[in-house]
């Protein structure tokens, strides 16, 4: 008797079954039998994983990942590249050479090194240290110590990327348990081992799964290949898709999890999944991959083996559920191909596909017959595809040197289109020193009584002339109005050991209807929020002093006034410009008639983050805000402000700097994208350097550029998306390009450039008032902008430093926003008014109460 066709396993023909054997046998197989019917529910079930994933609107079994791979090579790649592969108990070091260009001239050295068990379930970090020294090694083996290569890490494990050089650990597969790894990017830890060995440099230029790196080195050799699969130890598929215009890293492995292969899932696979280290994950990869197969043919023969028929003289049976088990893996394999290639004609709106699939894996390349049942499947479930399978056979460390040659080749074709665009964004140090010395004469000239009107910067008093001291101590309440949100908190400050702050909130939805309405009915809703909370708090019969945050242009004379100037962000309630807030406020709450407060101070909400972060810090004597908007206060000499009397002491002046430019400065840094912007906005000619750095403007300045070049044909292929056309562009990594990437970095950078410039003439004035040759100070800063872009406080942070090296700069995140600086506002106006009772007192004059708020 020859092997069965399902089997390698050869049986001698002494051991046959008897007819209820078979019977029971095949009984037991049944479930593994998958039908075209069931198979095509797989396959529609895989095409809506990949459609959920690819929106990312919530949770998906299959995650879809960004590999930032946006092109396969062309035949051009040349040079020498490094690739590092690290996905089971071997890793692996190569040295890829490519000639000229020519395909059959690829030259590859390697070197396999062993991962021991207790670096695999170590510590990252000697995880890490383990593989620079394998590194080392065969840098010495090469001779190439010295050398700076360029290089690509395979890294076979689920990674969330946001670039093609970072990678964030998801979860460890394949056994790995290294500790403090899971959520770091593995690049940086890689990046930190190199330093640590401090005996050679890498430039690493792509993280990428196994089986991009697949697709890679198979598109090398053929290049309709844009499909990679592998099918192992574990199993996974990624695809170019149309789209995102990039690869995708499918991790199809997880289909299932959310139940829906629950109709072809066997009791033997759920005990597989319940004794497995990762219960309910990966739910389809435990049905296909060599990592759980065995065990699954292991289970149905303990089952086979209760019953009896094991054991006596029945041994062929192994043949019958390894063939049973490892078809429906192919099947199954190939149900997910069919999806994915389906997928892939239908974007392209073909009726016929051509398409290559690179293929890697054990299971697909030892087995004897996993690779036929697998192609067959395929045929069967997209008979409109022609899919060809291409082994690889290099691997994927081959396909991650590719990856960093196209990436190093791209990187400097994109940069030469970038550059034709986004030149004029990039500042020299000259400029941006030039950009501060403009600044600062601006400022002087809107300090200045004569010249004030004609100022762009309008260098408002705010009458707050003290930090706190840290002996500030009462209950107050803070009123934040600045956005679509109201705010409403209870400071309680309190001296027992130390001096500390309780803070209750709540926040209020400020409507359309109320924004562009009338400004009766803006404060009327501002009282009855107040009254809302009073009543939350219990605190109606108290009358607490109230600070009152309002985050738009206000003319001062006192501290408790603020006339308003212009409405910004959006808010245009009429009846209010030109008027005393406060007392537009003060009146709306008298006509409640069940509560009492008196309005104390008005600030904005620079000031409030200045006085935020001074209760923190004494030394903090600027305010900044960097989120929708910008602006900046900080603590002049009064002898400078020619708006105010007095000559003693210092105020706090609130820049406006979102004015600067208004009068034509900046016109010569100003692009055609900052034009149109301003002349779409609300307010044309006014707040241009807002304009150009603000969060508010920096999305649709981003779309602006990407518009002309898709017009010219240097992004999504000329095609003009319905993304691209609309205002107030939300840029999302899912559907980035390179190009847009680096549109939006520069576009960022230029902000964080030209705020430092600007807080740089500040704090060269505040070192000039003091007269001293170093300055130590604290800038307190808050916005969205600053704090959740991630490379944007870093960008200003150096450039500040750099342009003004001889003054100490600290920068203190404001946690508590710029209302609790309205409540910390209060706080000193009450202690120096009751100082200055106390003093009256002394001296029998009467008390001052009715004037004490003209000034702090």
């Known amino acids: 008797m020859q092997p069965s066709q399902e089997c390698s396993l050869y049986v001698p023909s002494w051991v046959l079954p008897d007819l209820f054997g078979v019977f029971q046998v095949d009984e037991t197989l049944a479930p593994f039998k998958l039908t075209h019917e069931q198979l095509m529910l797989v396959k529609s079930r895989m095409r809506a994983g990949l459609e959920a994933g690819l929106r990312n609107k919530g949770p998906s079994a299959v995650k879809m990942l960004p590999s930032f791979v946006y092109r396969t090579p062309d035949g051009t790649e040349r040079g020498k590249y490094l690739a590092l592969d690290l996905g089971g108990t071997n890793f692996r070091a ?73 990678g964030t650990l998801v979860s460890w597969t394949k056994g790995y348990k290294a500790t403090d790894c899971e959520g770091h990017d ?10 640590r060995r401090n005996e050679f440099d890498l430039d690493i230029v792509a993280v990428v799964n196994d089986t991009v790196g697949t697709m890679m080195s198979c598109a090398y050799e053929d290049p309709q290949c844009e499909i990679g699969l592998i099918a ?29 292969l629950e109709d072809i899932i066997t009791p033997y696979d759920a005990e597989v999944n319940r004794m497995s280290v990762n219960p309910g994950k990966q739910s389809f990869e435990k049905l296909t991959s060599g990592m759980y197969l065995g065990e699954i043919v292991r ?16 041994i062929f049976i192994v043949q019958q559920v390894c063939g049973a088990v490892s078809r429906r893996a192919a099947q199954l394999c190939g149900a997910g191909m069919a999806a994915v290639v389906d997928k892939i004609r239908e974007n392209r709106r ?55 040659a196209v990436a190093k080749q791209k990187n400097l074709e994109d940069q030469q289109y970038i550059d034709k665009y986004l030149y004029s964004m990039r500042f020299s140090d000259e400029t941006l020193l030039d950009i501060m010395h403009q600044f600062r004469r601006e400022m002087v000239k809107g300090l200045g009584r004569d010249t004030n009107p004609t100022a762009a910067l309008k260098m408002l008093p705010t009458f707050v002339r003290s930090i706190p001291d840290g002996s500030e101590k009462g209950d107050f309440i803070a009123l934040d109005l600045g956005g679509s949100n109201f705010r409403i908190l209870r400071v309680k400050v309190s001296h027992e050991k130390k001096q500390t702050v309780q803070m209750e909130s709540q926040i209020y939805d400020t409507p359309e209807d109320i924004i562009h309405g009338t400004g009766t009915k803006l404060f009327d809703h501002v009282a009855e929020c107040l009254g809302d909370f009073m009543e939350k708090h ?197 559907t980035a390009s390179l190009y847009s990437m680096c549109v939006c970095t520069i576009v960022s950078f230029r902000s964080a450039n030209l705020i430092a410039a600007v807080l740089a003439g500040i704090l060269l004035r505040l070192k000039e008032n003091k007269g001293m040759t170093r300055l130590r100070t604290t800038i307190g800063i808050d916005g969205s902008l600053y704090k959740m872009h991630p490379q944007y406080a870093r960008r200003l942070h150096k450039t500040v430093r750099r342009l003004v090296p001889d003054i100490d700069v600290r920068f203190l995140l404001s946690e508590s926003g710029s209302g609790k600086g309205a409540a910390m506002v209060t706080a000193v106006a009450y202690r ?10 002394r001296g029998g004059e009467s008390s001052p109460r009715q004037l004490r708020w003209c000034s702090i």
């Open 94 to 166: 190569l040295l890829v050479n490519f000639k000229r260009g020519l395909q059959q001239n690829t030259r590859v050295n390697h070197k396999i090194y062993t991962i021991p068990l207790e670096i695999m379930q170590g510590t990252g970090e000697e995880l890490f240290d383990h593989i620079a020294q394998c590194v080392s090694d065969f840098l010495d083996y090469m001779g190439m110590k010295n050398a700076h290569l360029p290089a690509g890490f395979t890294f076979s494990f689920p990674c969330e990327q946001t670039a093609l050089d970072t």
């Open 350 to 404: 073909l009726d016929h596909l051509k398409i290559t699939v690179g293929v890697d894996g054990a299971l697909y390349k030892l087995h004897p017959h996993f690779s036929r049942v697998l192609e067959e499947t395929v045929r069967s479930l997209a008979p409109h595809c022609n899919v060809t399978f291409l082994p690889s056979e290099e691997g994927s460390g081959k396909g991650a040197a590719l990856i960093t």
């Open 299 to 314: 289970q149905v023969l303990l089952d086979l083996t209760s019953g009896g028929l094991l054991f006596r003289g029945r």
């Open 538 to 734: 219990n605190i109606k019969d108290k009358k607490l002093p109230v600070g009152f945050t309002f985050s738009f242009p206000c003319q001062q004379t006192k501290l408790d006034e603020g006339v308003l100037i212009t409405w910004t962000k959006r808010f245009k309630a009429s009846g209010v410009e030109g008027m005393d807030v406060v007392k537009l406020l003060s009146k709306a709450i008298k006509k409640r008639g069940n509560y009492d407060a008196e309005i104390m101070a008005v600030v904005n909400d620079t000031v409030g983050t200045m006085m935020t972060c001074g209760f923190d810090d004494q030394r903090c004597e600027v305010g900044i805000i960097i989120g929708t908007g910008t602006n900046a206060c900080y603590m002049e000499e009064l002898r400078n402000i020619d708006l105010v009397e007095g000559d003693e002491g210092r105020m706090c002046v609130n820049t406006e700097w979102g004015a600067f430019g208004d009068d034509g400065r900046l016109e010569d840094i100003r692009t055609e994208f900052d034009r149109e912007i301003d002349r779409g906005s609300l307010n044309p000619g006014k707040q241009l350097f807002e304009k150009m750095v603000s969060g508010m403007y920096l999305g649709e300045l981003v779309r602006l550029i990407l518009v002309k070049m898709a017009r010219e044909g240097l992004l999504f292929e000329g095609r003009i998306t319905p993304e691209l056309l609309t205002r107030v562009f939300l840029f999302s990594d899912r």
């Open 832 to 841: 120096l008014a009751e100082h200055s009772d106390a003093g009256h007192r």
């Open 186 to 195: 593995v690049v940086e830890m890689l990046k930190e081992a190199i330093k």
């Open 232 to 260: 192992g130890t574990g199993t996974n598929v990624c695809y170019m898709e149309e789209i995102t215009k990039m690869c995708i890293n499918t991790e199809w492995g997880g289909l299932g999890d959310d139940g829906s």
